[in-house]
Protein backbone atom coordinates (compact mmCIF):
# COMPACT_ATOMS: atom_id res chain seq x y z
CA UNK A 1 0.00 0.00 0.00
CA UNK A 2 2.78 2.24 0.65
CA UNK A 3 4.05 1.79 -2.42
CA UNK A 4 1.14 2.29 -4.31
CA UNK A 5 0.67 6.07 -2.56
CA UNK A 6 4.78 6.46 -3.60
CA UNK A 7 4.36 5.79 -7.45
CA UNK A 8 1.55 7.69 -7.45
CA UNK A 9 2.73 10.86 -5.55
CA UNK A 10 6.05 10.54 -7.45
CA UNK A 11 3.41 10.63 -10.72
CA UNK A 12 1.59 13.58 -9.67
CA UNK A 13 4.94 15.66 -8.82
CA UNK A 14 6.33 14.67 -12.26
CA UNK A 15 2.90 16.09 -14.10
CA UNK A 16 3.14 19.35 -12.06
CA UNK A 17 6.48 19.87 -12.28
CA UNK A 18 5.77 18.81 -16.63
CA UNK A 19 3.19 21.87 -16.42
CA UNK A 20 5.59 24.22 -14.72
CA UNK A 21 8.06 23.86 -17.27
CA UNK A 22 5.68 24.37 -20.39
CA UNK A 23 3.99 27.05 -18.65
CA UNK A 24 6.49 28.69 -17.15
CA UNK A 25 8.17 29.89 -20.38
CA UNK A 26 5.57 32.40 -20.12
CA UNK A 27 5.63 35.33 -23.17
CA UNK A 28 8.90 36.67 -24.44
CA UNK A 29 9.50 40.20 -23.67
CA UNK A 30 10.99 41.12 -27.00
CA UNK A 31 10.19 41.00 -31.07
CA UNK A 32 12.63 38.27 -32.38
CA UNK A 33 14.41 40.47 -34.99
CA UNK A 34 14.69 44.05 -36.58
CA UNK A 35 12.89 47.27 -37.56
CA UNK A 36 13.71 49.14 -40.39
CA UNK A 37 13.23 52.87 -40.45
CA UNK A 38 14.15 54.54 -43.59
CA UNK A 39 14.15 58.63 -45.17
CA UNK A 40 14.94 61.26 -43.02
CA UNK A 41 18.34 58.97 -42.28
CA UNK A 42 17.97 55.27 -41.33
CA UNK A 43 17.59 53.85 -38.29
CA UNK A 44 17.60 50.17 -37.10
CA UNK A 45 16.22 48.78 -33.74
CA UNK A 46 16.87 44.95 -33.26
CA UNK A 47 14.97 43.09 -30.78
CA UNK A 48 12.94 45.59 -29.49
CA UNK A 49 10.86 45.20 -26.52
CA UNK A 50 7.31 43.78 -26.70
CA UNK A 51 4.28 46.56 -25.56
CA UNK A 52 6.70 49.38 -25.69
CA UNK A 53 6.50 52.94 -26.91
CA UNK A 54 9.68 54.24 -29.02
CA UNK A 55 10.33 57.76 -29.94
CA UNK A 56 11.82 57.99 -33.60
CA UNK A 57 11.25 61.82 -34.53
CA UNK A 58 13.90 64.50 -34.71
CA UNK A 59 13.29 67.31 -33.25
CA UNK A 60 13.80 70.18 -36.08
CA UNK A 61 12.32 73.68 -34.87
CA UNK A 62 10.24 74.79 -32.13
CA UNK A 63 6.65 73.10 -33.17
CA UNK A 64 7.95 70.88 -35.44
CA UNK A 65 9.63 66.73 -35.54
CA UNK A 66 10.25 64.66 -38.38
CA UNK A 67 10.38 60.89 -38.38
CA UNK A 68 10.62 58.24 -40.66
CA UNK A 69 8.71 57.94 -44.58
CA UNK A 70 8.89 54.16 -44.09
CA UNK A 71 9.06 51.08 -42.07
CA UNK A 72 10.25 47.22 -42.71
CA UNK A 73 8.87 45.07 -39.81
CA UNK A 74 11.50 41.90 -39.77
CA UNK A 75 10.53 40.92 -36.26
CA UNK A 76 8.30 38.18 -35.31
CA UNK A 77 5.51 41.04 -33.77
CA UNK A 78 2.67 43.06 -35.15
CA UNK A 79 4.19 47.20 -34.30
CA UNK A 80 2.11 50.01 -35.22
CA UNK A 81 3.01 53.59 -36.11
CA UNK A 82 2.14 56.95 -34.80
CA UNK A 83 2.45 60.08 -36.14
CA UNK A 84 1.03 61.42 -32.81
CA UNK A 85 3.11 61.97 -29.83
CA UNK A 86 3.29 58.96 -27.14
CA UNK A 87 1.78 56.34 -29.49
CA UNK A 88 -1.70 57.71 -29.23
CA UNK A 89 -4.22 58.16 -31.30
CA UNK A 90 -4.75 56.41 -34.54
CA UNK A 91 -1.84 54.16 -35.86
CA UNK A 92 -0.96 52.21 -38.74
CA UNK A 93 -0.21 47.86 -38.00
CA UNK A 94 2.74 46.59 -39.62
CA UNK A 95 2.68 43.04 -39.76
CA UNK A 96 6.09 40.48 -39.63
CA UNK A 97 7.71 40.67 -43.29
CA UNK A 98 5.89 44.05 -44.39
CA UNK A 99 6.87 47.12 -45.01
CA UNK A 100 5.02 50.91 -44.58
CA UNK A 101 5.14 54.04 -45.72
CA UNK A 102 3.90 57.14 -43.82
CA UNK A 103 2.55 59.47 -47.09
CA UNK A 104 4.09 59.26 -50.37
CA UNK A 105 2.95 62.72 -51.33
CA UNK A 106 2.69 64.82 -47.44
CA UNK A 107 5.94 63.50 -46.19
CA UNK A 108 7.68 65.04 -44.19
CA UNK A 109 4.93 66.44 -42.58
CA UNK A 110 3.47 63.15 -42.18
CA UNK A 111 5.70 60.77 -40.77
CA UNK A 112 6.77 57.87 -38.51
CA UNK A 113 7.31 59.18 -35.07
CA UNK A 114 6.53 57.03 -32.49
CA UNK A 115 6.28 52.64 -32.99
CA UNK A 116 4.67 50.46 -30.59
CA UNK A 117 5.51 46.52 -30.67
CA UNK A 118 3.06 44.04 -30.00
Known sequence: MKMRRNASRTLAMGAMAASLLILGTGPANAATGTL????NGERTLTNPTDGACYK???KT???ESLGYKTITNHTNK????????NCKGDGSAVEPGKTSEAS???WPLVSIRYVKIG
Open 78 to 85: KVTWYTAD
Open 104 to 106: PTW
Open 61 to 63: GPW
Open 36 to 39: EFSG
Open 56 to 58: LAK
